[in-house]
């Protein structure tokens, strides 16, 4: 857990560091995060129309993520991303099984009656993430409360998504005309009825997935080259021609 909210641009790199990390050295990593300032993120090949006046009227943040996907408003959630070389948990389907199953372990620790998203049930059609449910999602009430994405790579797999702790996705109906966000998600406070605590939240996560994987959690922050090697990538994450998928 980072000790403060990072930028869209920060933690995009950090995860990405990771991803490669895990790739060379067959190391996994499960990390859990916050944003600062809210911030709007696109999949990696999403072509989407921002409303970039809207964005900068409120004071939002704009990354384009290294996952696939559609669009997410991040403010208050928790984030987690794992990234973990395929066969340490089984093949690229069962991985992501099992990273849900673990998700759902934890919330339903918490109280959280949280039921799995049938096969087939997202069409792929609207740009954003939570305005329907891709098959293995978490959904309470038929309404969308983890949305993840994906990359695979080198035999290495990096998921990361957003369990939203309060308010919903509308605000991407602002900030992207015809996104398709309406009410299709739900948040913790609205399903428990008070807002989770950090540590809380964080704890019954990480519990879960110790349990579920059958592994120990070593908690630690970043090695220095790994630092380093997501100071580099931020660059990467704030350039215009990333962002923009400019030519």
């Not at 983890?146 to 957003?162: D, I, K, P």
């Not at 809380?200 to 070593?218: C, D, K, M, P, Q």
Request: one cysteine or more.
């Amino acid at each position: 857990m980072e000790p403060e909210a990072l930028d869209g641009a920060w933690n995009m790199a950090i995860d990405h560091a990771l991803f490669e990390h895990a790739q060379a050295t067959g190391q996994p990593a499960l990390r859990f995060y916050r944003w600062d300032p809210a911030t709007l993120s696109l999949g990696r090949n999403q072509a989407a129309r921002v409303d970039a006046e809207a964005l900068a009227a409120r004071g939002y943040g704009l990354v384009r993520r290294p996952t696939g996907g559609m669009a997410v408003f991040h403010d208050r959630e928790l984030t987690y991303s794992v990234a973990v070389p395929v066969g340490l948990i089984g093949s690229p389907r069962e991985t992501y099984q099992q990273i849900n199953a673990a998700l759902l372990d934890g919330l339903r620790g918490l109280g959280v009656g949280a039921q799995v998203a049938t096969e087939g049930a997202a069409t792929g059609r609207l740009a954003s993430c939570f305005a329907e449910p891709a098959a293995g999602e978490l959904l309470v009430d038929a309404r969308k409360l983890v949305g993840s994405a994906q990359r695979y790579e080198n035999r290495t797999l990096l998921q990361h998504g957003s369990i939203l702790i309060e308010g919903d996705q509308t605000e991407i109906a602002a900030l992207i005309p015809d996104s398709g966000a309406g009410e299709a998600a739900i948040g913790l406070a609205q399903v428990l009825g008070r807002v989770p605590g950090w540590n809380e939240l964080v704890g019954a996560l990480a519990t879960a997935f110790a349990v579920r994987l059958g592994i120990s959690l070593a908690p630690g922050g970043l090695a220095p080259e790994l630092v380093a090697r997501a100071t580099e990538l931020r660059r990467h994450y704030l350039s215009r021609e990333w962002t923009w998928r400019l030519p």
